[in-house]
């Protein structure tokens, strides 16, 4: 459950300012409380505390903006084709931001490794960050992405230019690849979204 030391007057105004319904408290402690995709907040004096399973959303809107994060994505797939997942990690210079695994259903490697970056993403731009570091462990992605080897799959060149266009709204971005060893978390939130089945 993340816990965000803030205002929580101001926390409030950034909700409503985005359209996010906030109702009372349910107890005397609480200041108020708000539900908004996948996710819900706890005011208290001082503080709200963010919980539920998709927080990214609210905790971009409660946070804030910009800066930059560091984005480490890894895909994973047992049969190549097969089952498959994500996982993904944001980290800034305070520590993990967020991070996460989830299945994907059937992919190739490739193809998990691409919905990895596609994934985080997404959680970076929920967050508000402006500046994002990539980090992966598959050459081959991070690459095509570069634009320095062609796609030739399908699939893999629609994921690309979906990745591609996910990138414009930053005001900067990079991709490199990183081995395994650091990029361990993120391969290891994969791996447990996998054994979770």
């Not at 409380?33 to 963010?50: E, L, M």
């Not at 994060?69 to 990690?89: C, E, I, L, Q, T």
């Not at 399908?154 to 690309?160: A, G, K, S, T, V």
Request: include cysteine; charge should be negative; glycine fraction near 12%.
């Amino acid at each position: 459950m993340p816990t965000i030391e803030c205002d929580e007057t101001k926390a409030r105004e950034r909700l409503e300012a985005a359209g996010v319904t906030v109702e009372a408290g349910n107890t005397d402690h609480e200041e108020w409380r708000a539900s908004y995709g996948g996710g819900t907040v706890v005011a208290y004096d001082g503080k709200v505390v963010v919980q539920g399973g998709d927080t990214a959303q609210l905790e971009g809107l409660l946070r804030e903006h910009g800066g930059r994060v560091h984005a480490y994505f890894d895909g994973a797939s047992r049969g190549n084709p097969g089952p498959a997942a994500v996982g993904w990690v944001l980290v800034t210079d305070d520590g993990i931001v967020a991070d996460g695994g989830e299945r994907i259903g059937t992919a190739t490697n490739n193809q998990a490794e691409y919905r990895a970056l596609l994934r985080v993403l997404e959680v970076a731009r929920d967050h508000g960050f402006d500046e994002i570091r990539l980090r992966g462990d598959s050459e081959l992605i991070v690459k095509q992405v570069r634009g320095e080897w062609n796609t030739n799959d399908p699939e893999l060149r629609e994921h690309r230019v979906d990745a591609r266009e996910r990138l414009l709204p930053f005001d900067e971005w990079s991709i490199e690849h990183v081995p395994r060893e650091i990029n361990a978390r993120a391969d290891e939130l994969a791996n447990e979204a996998l054994d979770d089945a």
